[in-house]
């Protein structure tokens, strides 16, 4: 922020709480907000980059298992973002890794999902195209100070963050009760939610 202090999901709460009840915007966050007091409520801070973002959650991603999302992410890559043009390596070596890596994962699922929660948040596949809880709340309230949009307000995006119990965080449903915040087991899916894509440089 301008006096320094770290820009958390805490911080922004905080400088937009006041403005959002004078417009009668309504809430920032909603009042039942999973996660407050957890480190990527109150510690967590978006990483310095430029990042193309998607305004609405990316098509036949919803409804779907965190690794079902990420295949589907994958598809996109390929057929929608890099169509007709070279991939970068970059996000070549990440859907590689992703293939290597998806028995694994899937294997964990049911013997150890808090591995498989970090396997999944750590690939690079993940870190390269999904917010972090930080970030989706930053693009969310951005974009609406600036073009009183609202992005997300009948869906949700699964994100790269986990909380402190190492459920995964999913956020939206940006409606004037605010943001809501879900933590959820790798397995779970929902038509509601899907995956807002941020390609990060």
């Known amino acids: 922020t301008d006096d320094g202090t770290a820009l958390t999901i805490e911080n922004m709460h905080s400088i937009l709480a006041d403005e959002f009840e004078k417009e009668a915007y309504g809430s920032v966050l909603s009042r039942n907000f999973f996660g407050v007091g957890d480190d990527f409520f109150s510690k967590e801070t978006s990483t310095p980059s430029w990042a193309l973002v998607s305004k609405e959650v990316i098509p036949f991603s919803r409804g779907k298992s965190y690794l079902r999302q990420i295949e589907q992410v994958v598809g996109y890559l390929k057929n929608a973002v890099f169509k007709d043009v070279v991939m970068p390596h ?16 899937q294997a964990l699922m049911d013997i150890n999902w808090r591995k498989a929660c970090k396997m999944l ?3 690079s596949i993940t870190t390269l195209t ?3 809880p930080c970030e989706c709340i930053y693009d969310i309230l ?10 997300l307000e009948e869906t949700r995006t699964w994100t790269s963050g986990c909380d402190s119990g190492d459920f995964l965080v999913n956020l939206g449903w940006f409606d004037t009760r605010g943001v809501d915040c879900f933590g959820w087991l790798p397995e779970e899916k929902d038509i509601s939610v899907g995956v807002s894509f941020s390609r990060k440089q």
Not at 90 to 105: C, G, L, P
Request: no cysteine; aromatic share 12%.
């Open 142 to 151: 951005m974009y609406f100070i600036n073009n009183k949009e609202r992005l």
């Open 130 to 132: 999904r917010h972090s």
């Open 121 to 123: 948040t750590e690939l």
């Open 90 to 105: 970059e996000y070549q070596d990440a859907i590689v890794d992703f293939e290597q890596k998806k028995s694994k994962i």
